[in-house]
Every structure is written in C-alpha cells, then in structure tokens.
C-alpha cells in the first residue's frame, strides 16, 4: 500500500520526540485516513529545519513499515 501525506515539523517539535515524548507520529493521508507512523521513520528525511514537505509511505500487504520517500 503507498499513502501520501504532507507534513511540516519544526526541530523543537522533532526534539521533544526524540527526547521520548512521542514515539508515534500521525498523519492524515491525502485521501483522509489516519495512519501511525514511528518517529525514527523520520530520520531519513530531517534536515536542520525540520521535516516539511509531501511524503510517500509504502507499506507492505500487512501493512508494516517499507519505506518512506520524500516527493516535494
């Protein structure tokens, strides 16, 4: 399964999350399901402004984690 999604996260947001706040993120798809993601799925597309920007979730047939890819 893929879901698109935007999101803008701020480093203090990030921080806060990775300091054991939250362990999970959720994001609302293009299409309006809610889905949950791990924080440290993140990673990948931080930079020092935060992450900001539409993203690409694939999940597989069980809907675990395949990978998380950054469009715009």
């Not at 949950?36 to 539409?54: C, I, P, Q, S, Y």
Request: proline residues 1%; charged residues 25%; aromatic residues 10%.
């Amino acid at each position: 399964m893929q879901y698109r999604f935007s999101l803008s996260l701020y480093p203090d947001e990030l921080m806060r999350m990775y300091q054991g706040h939250a362990r999970y993120l959720r994001v609302r798809t293009d299409s309006g399901k809610v889905i949950e993601l791990a924080a440290d799925r993140l990673r990948n597309v931080m930079t020092h402004a935060g992450v900001h920007g539409v993203f690409l979730l694939t999940t597989d047939d069980k809907n675990r984690f395949v990978s998380l890819q950054q469009l715009a």
